[in-house]
């Protein structure tokens, strides 16, 4: 059985390698696990691969707040030291420390 590490934790800034938002990684998919419509309507040549981790990000960009799902190919690691602004962080985090939030939530 092969098992993958997570590259990035909760409550991690990252941002997308090719679109320009980031956000706060509030949950971890240890492989896709979204549905099959969703996958097949990115274009075929950007699939990712779907043995891989998927993040759930908290994310951001200019013109708007909203949940993203992205594999881990697809992000990169946010070193702004800038917190994220999307209005449900209060919600799962605690406060903005050296590039990531705290847990506000205790996991099982």
Known sequence: MHTQRAKYYLGQVVRHRKHPFR????????EFSNTDEWYEAIPEESRPVKKQPFY?????????????????QNLIADYSGE????????????????????LHFQLN
């Open 56 to 72: 759930h990000l908290l994310a951001e960009n200019d013109q708007s707040f909203y949940v993203a799902y992205v594999s881990e």
């Open 23 to 30: 956000g706060v990684v509030f949950d971890v998919d240890p």
């Open 83 to 102: 917190p994220v602004d999307h209005p449900d962080i209060p919600d799962l985090f605690g406060r903005f420390e050296d590039g990531s939030y705290e």
